[in-house]
């Protein structure tokens, strides 16, 4: 018998984030194990991010991607208020190249990807879960941007992914009274797109899995044609999708998927 944990491999992107790929279901899990500050982005953690992403944008062998926290108590809860207290101005300006790359790392990884949301995800911890293409909530699950509360604005995208889930009336109420959301609220309002009762890293994991069973080429221009079409006029968007529908149509696995459809079996996706 195959132990599946063969196929796992694990990788350290500073003290804080961890890469896991299983080969067995092409799936990969950035993991955010800072649990004794759950998870709050200071510089070091930011950093180990946009590394992690970047390592995995480079894979073609992933196919999804699931983000998780070792937290039993948060996702993410955003900003390390504890760092920046100390910060000159100068120091804060600084940062902030390494706290963008960190969210804009998630947003752009090529293959579909998941945030697992179990209890608080405030602030940047809410914007790393938005940069995801889903959202899966446990039932202990709080969302918020409450950055004006602080006196600051959300800055890991929040003001543009928000209002492209919930609509920019919503997302206009959401920040500008920094009202924390529990998890059927944020089901309702479509800012998260699963509630799971049991093990929602699990539940990402499996949905992930089922994902990455289709083709990777599919999958990825599947996901450029979804987000670069997004907010264009309509014309414009089906270009888009026609130039991806191009790159895929002729590909390996294209033939492959056509072939084993008609001979009745599993495709075996070459990935290009």
Not at 91 to 106: E, S, W
Not at 175 to 185: D, Q, S
Not at 243 to 252: C, L, Y
Request: a negative charge; aromatic letters at 6%; hydrophobic letters at 45%.
């Amino acid at each position: 018998m195959v132990n599946p944990n063969d196929s796992v491999s694990e990788e350290r992107f500073g003290e804080w984030v961890l890469l896991r790929r299983d080969a067995r279901t092409h799936v990969a899990e950035i993991v955010l194990d800072r649990p004794e500050a759950m998870n709050a982005v200071s510089t070091e953690f930011a950093f180990g991010v946009s590394e992690a992403c970047a390592a995995l944008a480079e894979d073609r062998s992933v196919r999804a991607a699931v983000l998780t926290s070792t937290s039993d108590r948060a996702f993410c809860v955003g900003a390390d208020l504890k760092e920046r207290n100390s910060f000159t101005d100068e120091q804060l300006a600084n940062q902030r190249p390494y706290a963008r790359a960190a969210y804009t790392g998630v947003l752009d990884l090529p293959m579909p990807s998941i945030a697992a949301v179990g209890g608080y995800a405030l602030g940047g911890g809410a914007e790393l879960a938005l940069s995801c293409d889903l959202i899966l909530a446990g039932p202990r699950a709080v969302l918020a941007l409450p950055e004006v509360s602080v006196g600051v604005i959300p800055g890991g995208g929040g003001t543009q992914l928000l209002p492209r889930r919930v609509g920019a009336a919503r997302a206009a109420e959401l920040v500008f009274t920094a009202r924390w959301v529990g998890a059927e609220e944020a089901l309702g309002m479509g800012l998260v797109d699963r509630l799971v009762e049991g093990d929602e890293r699990a539940e990402a994991l499996a949905l992930a899995g089922g994902i990455a069973a289709h083709s990777p080429v599919a999958l990825r221009a599947a996901k450029r044609a979804l987000r670069t079409g997004w907010g264009r006029e309509l014309h414009e968007g089906l270009d888009v999708e026609d130039a991806e529908w191009r790159t895929v149509a002729f590909s390996g696995d294209r033939a492959e998927g056509v072939a084993a459809f008609n001979e009745k079996r599993k495709p075996e996706w070459p990935g290009e």
